[in-house]
């Protein structure tokens, strides 16, 4: 019994941390100018690298183009949800 016990301390832990932070939070509620300062933070800016790649959404229209540059294709493909959660 004592073993089982101490099995659940942890979890008691997490759980009472939990409601505490949870409860600390609440207080900040989201409005407007809150709202675009995280909205502002979260943009990337325009000289990323990444934005500089000529992304192509068309298949055949990407393949041409690799063919006349004699470039390979980089071919992001996924099933199933964007957020893993299958």
Request: with cysteine.
């Amino acid at each position: 019994m004592q073993h089982r016990l101490s099995f659940y301390r942890p979890v008691w832990f997490f759980f009472v941390v939990a409601i505490v932070v949870q409860s600390a939070n609440a207080t900040d509620e989201l409005n407007e100018e809150k709202f675009q300062q995280l909205h502002q933070s979260l943009q990337t800016s325009a000289d990323e690298p990444w934005r500089q790649i000529p992304w192509e959404i068309s298949l055949l229209n990407a393949q041409n183009s690799a063919a006349k540059s004699q470039k390979p294709i980089f071919i992001w493909a996924m099933d199933g949800h964007p957020l893993g959660c299958t």
